[in-house]
């Protein structure tokens, strides 16, 4: 099939403002959206940049707005966006080129809530054991690829980006609730500033934008009642 498609290019070396290229490319129904990027850059305009390694939707280093939506782009089919595709990239973080941003202001977010387990008791013989039960407490949130189209749909981030985000939420959940860990109350202490879970509005763009289909807005929600019952 045909396909219009359009890119939002910046770069920042020649151009003053972002400007939309306008590609029109022969492309399978079946191909991904990141496929079709390739296209662009390997036979039309080699000068475009974009990231992407596994191309399998495991590492996250994708994530664009596609037709107004964060996803990824070797996630989404042309068949399932039709002949009129527009790709931009992710809102909220300073562009280094094309559909490049500078994540590093949504890794130091991450890295704000000590995302690493936290135990000072000494170590068993064996492994920390854990019950299927307690395992399954924080199961979801284990999902997370930090692909950051959580983080980069949400209209309290792109309001204020010291806002620690969806995703650095997500990520605490993921130890906040798991037996083994001790740095729970270090967390929520975190999370209960200015700039922590409070700053979220409950909008579910952050659900809805997530590709490993996490309950990010419960998660949330879910860190907001562990600080309200005090375990902070
Ligand atoms: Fe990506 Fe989902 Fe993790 Fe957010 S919670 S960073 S959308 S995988
Ligand atoms: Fe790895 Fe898409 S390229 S998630």
Redesign the pocket.
Known sequence: MQVHLRIKRFNPEKDKEPWWGEYEIEADPAERILDVLHTVKWYHDGTLTLRRSCAHGIC?SDAMRINGRNRLACKVLVRDLGDHIQVEPILGLPVIKDLVVDMEPFFAHYRAILPYLINDEPPPERERLQSPEERERYDDTTK????????TACPSFWARGQYVG??AI?QAHRFIFDSRDRGAAQRLAILNEADGVWRCRTIYN?TD????D?K?TQAIGEVKKAIMLGRV
Request: charge should be positive; charged fraction near 5%; glycine fraction near 6%.
């Open positions: 996250g997370c690829i930090l692909c950051a189209a959580c983080t969806p995703a997500v952050c934008a997530c590709p490993r996490i990010v």
